[in-house]
């Protein structure tokens, strides 16, 4: 592998058995086009060996890597078993219970069957009372985190802001909000990926010693975190520990900013995008809106595809199953979020925000799993595809299919 001549000529040294190195992340994930931007690995590294490319936007080495297997071991696209992290479906034993992260019985190996919703305390389709510019459906996640910073609850909320670079209109950038202007000013959805856990090094942002975060992220980004409480390591500069809610964002998939901002939307079609308001994937459909009310935009979201991420096709969190709470816009009426509580932390959370909610059952709770279906049958396809035994790496298909089914073998993945 050319950038990493001083490996190759260590080559012939004995290391010890176990480990995996940031160079197989990136042949496995990162150059064979699967990483997903999540910044699990960033954050994930306890010696601050990862960082983001400028230019590439993807993980990269900034310095020695020694061999820990952590960024691998978290990676949702690498070594992590993301379903073993769901809790247990609605009408079963540990409904919404999050078992302390203490408890050795909690172990990443193999998940619940993952029926239905996932685990379900409560669910409506929500709307902030006030009505709030900017926001994607019902305002309903800017309005939560509003009120828990208000409530003193939160001291900030890892969200998606507008870059400040003119170059780089519609593309969302990670931030920390720390007011309820902040968090107003990050509303809506951005189609792009962030780097999000990359952004809880906090040294960036007076926080105090011990802050308390939450963290508004796509499922894979939820997965990220879940995984690293539920394995409590030193993780360096990232202060996984200071997150105390999780908010996943429904997604069946997410893109790349310069492919589909840039090229799709301003270079094809021709899209204005000073004036656009909104940018929405609903219905299975892509609709851009400008600020005066027309419509920019209006095509099936599949002739995007190209610039999708090809990782989010092995994707089957639809639903985001291990979040606290989980919101999106499918399942309610246009201008209401789908709001699933899955958590006691997350329905004390929702509690203290319920004034500022409109609030009524799901419109169509079917839809989403009919969506969630479709996910699982897309990923289950495309792992089946990628399936090559004599590449450098590959995933037990068979092992990782009996794990979605929640058996409780471990999945195996093996390195080459
Ligand atoms: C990439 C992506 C794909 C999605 N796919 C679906 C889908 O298939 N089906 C569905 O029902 N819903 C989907 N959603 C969720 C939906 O677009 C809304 O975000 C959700 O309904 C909440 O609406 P709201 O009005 O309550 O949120 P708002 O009050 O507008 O707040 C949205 C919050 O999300 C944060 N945010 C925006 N973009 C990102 C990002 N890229 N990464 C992390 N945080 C971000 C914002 O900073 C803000 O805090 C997707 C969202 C994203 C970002
Ligand atoms: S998918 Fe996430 S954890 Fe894996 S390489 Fe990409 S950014 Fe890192
Ligand atoms: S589809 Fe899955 S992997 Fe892709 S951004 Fe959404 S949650 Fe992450």
């Given at each position: 592998m050319k950038h990493y001549r001083l490996r190759e000529e260590m080559n012939g040294v004995a290391e010890p058995p176990g480990k995996v190195w940031f160079w197989e992340l990136a042949a496995g994930v990162i150059d064979a086009d699967?990483?997903?931007?999540?910044g699990t690995c960033v954050a994930a590294c306890p010696s601050n060996s990862i960082g983001v490319n400028?230019?590439?936007g993807l993980p990269e080495l900034v310095k020695m890597c020694t061999g820990c297997s952590l960024c691998w071991d978290f990676c949702p696209r690498g070594?992590?078993?993301?379903?073993?992290?769901w809790p247990r479906s609605?009408?079963?034993?540990?409904?919404?219970a999050w078992p302390d992260?203490?408890?050795?019985?909690?172990?990443?190996s193999a998940g619940p069957p993952a029926e239905?919703?996932?685990?379900?305390?409560e669910a409506y389709a929500v709307r902030s009372v006030r009505r709030r510019e900017g926001?994607?459906?019902?305002g309903a996640v800017s309005t939560l985190l509003v009120a828990l910073l208000e409530a003193g609850q939160i001291d900030g909320a890892l969200v998606a802001k507008p870059s400040e670079?003119?170059?780089?209109?519609w593309k969302g950038v990670p931030t920390i909000a720390r007011s309820a202007e902040e968090v107003r000013a990050a509303a809506g959805s951005f189609y792009?990926?962030?780097?999000?856990?990359?952004?809880?090094?906090?040294?960036?942002?007076?926080?105090?010693r011990n802050p308390r975060i939450a963290v508004v992220g796509t499922p894979c980004e939820v997965q990220g975190i879940r995984a690293m409480q539920a394995r409590?390591?030193?993780?360096?500069?990232?202060?996984?520990?200071?997150?105390?809610l999780t908010i996943a964002l429904l997604c069946t998939k997410s893109f790349d900013y310069e492919g589909l901002?840039?090229?799709?939307?301003?270079?094809?079609?021709?899209?204005?995008l000073r004036r656009v308001e909104k940018i929405d994937v609903v219905r299975g459909r892509m609709v851009v809106r400008y600020r005066?009310?027309?419509?920019a935009l209006d095509e099936p979201?599949?002739?995007f595809h190209t610039s999708a991420?090809?990782?989010?096709?092995?994707?089957?969190d639809f639903l985001g199953r291990s979040a606290d709470i989980s919101m999106g816009?499918?399942?309610?009426?246009?201008?209401w979020t789908s709001t699933i509580i899955r958590t006691e932390r997350g329905r004390a959370a929702f509690e203290l925000a319920r004034a500022a909610f409109d609030l009524r059952d799901l419109d169509d709770p079917d839809a989403l799993v009919r969506l969630d279906g479709l996910d699982k049958r897309i990923a289950f396809g495309s792992l089946e595809r990628s399936f090559?035994?004599?590449?450098?790496l590959f995933i037990d298909y068979e092992t990782h299919v009996a794990n979605y089914a929640g058996s409780e073998r471990r999945a195996m993945v093996a390195i080459r």
């Open positions: 699967r990483c997903v931007r999540c400028r230019r590439s070594g992590l078993r993301y379903e073993a992290l609605s009408g079963e034993e540990q409904v919404g992260t203490d408890d050795a019985s909690w172990k990443i239905g919703l996932g685990a379900v305390l926001v994607q459906d019902g670079d003119p170059a780089e209109p792009n990926q962030t780097m999000a856990l990359g952004e809880l090094d906090l040294s960036r942002y007076e926080l105090g409590r390591w030193s993780t360096g500069a990232h202060r996984v520990d200071a997150v105390v901002v840039l090229r799709e939307l301003r270079d094809r079609r021709h899209v204005d005066d009310g027309q419509i979201v599949k002739r991420l090809k990782g989010c096709d092995e994707c089957a816009s499918v399942g309610s009426l246009d201008g090559d035994p004599d590449g450098p």
